[in-house]
C-alpha cells in the first residue's frame, strides 16, 4: 500500500489541511473476496473503518478507473484501488461574506430573514456557506464561541430550503434566554405552507413524531416512543380543490414537524422531497400550467411567517414577520389559474 502524497493530513503537521491524500492499494490472492471497507481501513491504519466506509458511500473510492459507493464491495486479485481522502474540514466554521436580511439588531440578539437554500450551520455536506459563516462576517470575533465552537448563536433552526423568521443570540445572556424560550414554548411561530389537497377551515395534529426505522432521513408519526408534537393549522386559501395555503402554529418543535403532519394527514407539501413520494391525485384539477408549476417546485413550500419572544434583557415583547418569498407568491399565481 502507498499513498501519494505520503502523509496524513490528520496526523502530520507539516502537511496543509487543503490538501486531498490518496491510498492506493492493490488486492493481493489473501485479500480475494474480503469487503473493501475492511481491506482498506486495515491496510491505511490511521482511519476507522466506519470512516471509510462514509468516504467510500461518499464516492472517494475507484476500483479499476470506476467510482465505487459499496463498502462490502468484494475484491479480486489484482484490483486496483484508490481512496481519495479530501481535505479536513475547519475545526471552527470560518468567517465568509455572504449577504444576510436583517429585520433588527441590538447588542444581544439579531433577527433575520433567511431565503431558501441558505443551511443553517456547517455539517458534513455543507461545511462552507452556511449561516454561521456569514454570521461570523457579520458580527465578528465577539461572536465566536456564544453557545458553542460549531454552532454560535443559533438557539433553533429552519432546513435548508425553509425561507422566513429566524432569531440568533449575540451575547450568552441572550443565548441562554432565547434557550430557555424556545425549549419552554414561550415563543410565537407560525408559518405558511403549501399543501396538497383541501384541509378543513381549522383543527390541529396531535402525533408523536419519531424517526422513521425504514429511512433515517425521515421522521413520522409513531404510536410509540416519539416525542409528543402538536400542531394548529388554520386554512387561509384553497386552488381549484387541489391544494391549500395552510398557516400553521407550532405548540412543539420537533424536527420536520409541519411536513410530517401535513404529510401523515394526506396533505404533503408541494415541492417537499423527502415526504412527498408521488404525484398527488389533487394535480388533475389544476391548470397544466399550475400543475407543472407545483409539481416542479424546487423544494418544499414552507415560509416561517411570524416569530415573538420576549426580549432576553428587557423582557420587551418583540413580533417579526416576513412576507411570502417571490417563488412561493410566483407558485400561488400558477395555482390560482383557470
Known amino acids: 500500500m502507498d499513498a501519494l502524497p505520503f502523509r496524513d493530513p490528520a496526523s502530520s503537521p507539516a502537511s496543509s489541511s487543503a490538501e486531498s491524500v490518496r491510498h492506493r492499494l492493490t488486492a493481493n490472492a489473501s ?85 431558501p437554500g441558505l443551511v443553517v450551520h456547517p455539517a458534513p455536506g455543507n461545511e462552507t456557506g452556511t449561516l454561521v459563516n456569514a454570521l461570523l462576517a457579520h458580527c465578528g470575533p465577539e461572536f465566536e464561541g456564544i453557545g458553542g465552537e460549531k454552532r454560535p448563536g443559533i438557539v433553533h433552526r429552519l432546513d435548508k430550503d425553509t425561507s ?55 421522521m413520522t408519526v409513531v404510536s410509540r416512543g416519539g416525542k409528543h408534537a402538536l400542531t394548529r393549522f388554520k386554512t387561509l386559501e384553497t386552488f381549484h380543490d387541489s391544494a391549500s395555503l395552510v398557516e400553521c402554529r407550532l405548540a412543539t418543535g420537533r424536527t420536520h414537524q409541519i411536513r410530517v403532519h401535513l404529510s401523515q394527514a394526506g396533505h404533503p407539501l408541494i415541492g417537499d422531497p423527502v415526504y412527498l413520494r408521488r404525484i398527488p391525485g389533487a394535480a388533475r384539477g389544476l391548470t397544466r400550467e399550475g400543475r407543472e408549476a407545483a409539481l416542479d417546485f424546487p423544494r418544499q413550500a414552507l415560509h416561517a411567517a411570524t416569530l415573538g419572544f420576549k426580549h432576553p434583557r428587557t423582557g420587551e415583547m418583540l413580533r417579526f414577520s416576513s412576507p411570502l418569498p417571490e417563488d412561493f407568491r410566483t407558485l400561488m399565481e400558477k395555482l390560482k389559474e383557470k
Open 31 to 115: 485479500q480475494t473476496g474480503q469487503r473493501a471497507d475492511r481491506v482498506l481501513a486495515e491496510a491505511i491504519g490511521t482511519l476507522s473503518r466506519s470512516r471509510v466506509k462514509s468516504l467510500i458511500e461518499s464516492g472517494c473510492l475507484s476500483c479499476d478507473g470506476q467510482i465505487r459507493t459499496d463498502p462490502a464491495l468484494a475484491l479480486r486479485e489484482g484490483m486496483e484501488l484508490v481512496l481519495e481522502v479530501p481535505p479536513a474540514a475547519p475545526a471552527r466554521p470560518l468567517p465568509e461574506n455572504i449577504p444576510l436580511t436583517i429585520l433588527y439588531e441590538d447588542r444581544d440578539l439579531l433577527v433575520l430573514d433567511k431565503p
Open 164 to 218: 422566513g423568521v429566524m432569531v440568533v443570540a449575540k451575547t450568552p445572556l441572550a443565548h441562554q434566554a432565547l434557550s430557555d424560550a424556545f425549549a419552554t414554548r414561550d415563543i410565537e411561530r407560525a408559518y405558511q405552507a403549501l399543501a396538497w389537497g383541501v384541509l378543513p377551515p381549522q383543527g390541529e395534529f396531535d402525533g408523536a413524531i419519531g424517526r422513521d426505522k425504514r429511512d433515517r432521513k425521515r
